[in-house]
């Protein structure tokens, strides 16, 4: 089993920059394929990005492809999302999802998943 905890959310400007950060606990992080959802207010929750447990893998949503960024570092049991060219649509909670992955260069990007979810941090952007 595997803990989660985001931070790194806030309130930004449209086009500003936020860099979101998932620590985990608990287990071998490397074996672990991570991935970035999102939830805006009266809607569903919905991929973001993912990233394969070696890091070597990525894939991400078209509406931020482009303007994200999502990393991995294994030492240090993290996963990163950089977020730029922030626009009003982006304003959601953001969860970071764990699941073992075998294939270590596959991503994930179905919410069914991922078996462990942290418990989410806000970002807010402004126009």
């Known amino acids: 089993q595997v803990q989660l905890v985001e931070s790194g959310g806030g309130l930004v400007q449209a086009g500003g920059s936020l860099r979101l950060s998932c620590a985990a606990a608990?287990?071998?992080?490397?074996?672990?394929?991570m991935a970035w959802f999102r939830q805006a207010p009266g809607k569903e929750r919905k991929f973001v990005a993912a990233?394969?447990?070696?890091?070597?893998?990525?894939n991400y949503a078209d509406s931020v492809q482009g303007r994200f960024t999502i990393s991995r570092d294994n030492t240090k049991d993290m996963v990163y999302l950089q977020m730029s060219g922030l626009k009003p649509e982006d304003t959601a909670v953001y969860y970071c999802?764990?699941?073992?992955?075998?294939?270590?260069?596959?991503?994930?990007?179905?919410?069914?998943?991922?078996?462990?979810w942290g418990q989410g941090t806000q970002v807010t952007v402004s126009s």
């Open positions: 608990g287990r071998t992080f490397s074996i672990y394929a």
């Open positions: 999802a764990a699941r073992q992955s075998i294939v270590s260069s596959r991503t994930y990007v179905q919410q069914n998943d991922y078996a462990y």
């Open positions: 990233i394969s447990a070696s890091g070597g893998a990525t």
